[in-house]
């Protein structure tokens, strides 16, 4: 699939953007998520530069990513765990297999 340009609003500011087709709505999320983030840095915190507000909002929403992947892995370890404990269950109460 071809890449085809597109247009993101950051602040205000227009950035053109190649992605491809199947790429487009996420892509248009993820602005949406980063304009929002810019925003309201720039509403709590005395910068104004657009470049240090990039950099404060990319590092506040890879700060969140990295929490939410370390609460999956935790969730799956105990996941894990249950199944584990749960098969020992089950294989204690089945008859033994002849």
């Known amino acids: ?11 205000d500011r227009e950035f053109l953007v190649s992605c491809t087709e199947d790429e487009r709505a996420g892509l248009a999320a993820a602005a949406t ?5 810019m925003r309201e840095l720039r509403g709590t915190t005395r910068t104004v530069g657009f470049d240090r507000l ?3 909002a990319a590092l506040s929403l890879t700060h969140e990513l990295v929490q939410m992947r370390e609460r999956h892995a935790e969730r799956e370890r105990e ?3 249950s199944l584990g404990m749960l098969r020992r269950k089950l294989e204690s109460a089945l008859p033994p297999e002849a």
């Not at 699939?1 to 602040?11: C, D, E, H, I, K």
């Open 33 to 37: 998520l980063l304009d929002q983030k």
């Open 79 to 81: 996941l894990t765990h």
């Open 1 to 11: 699939m071809s890449a085809v340009p597109v247009t993101v609003r950051l602040l």
């Open 54 to 56: 990039a950099v404060l």
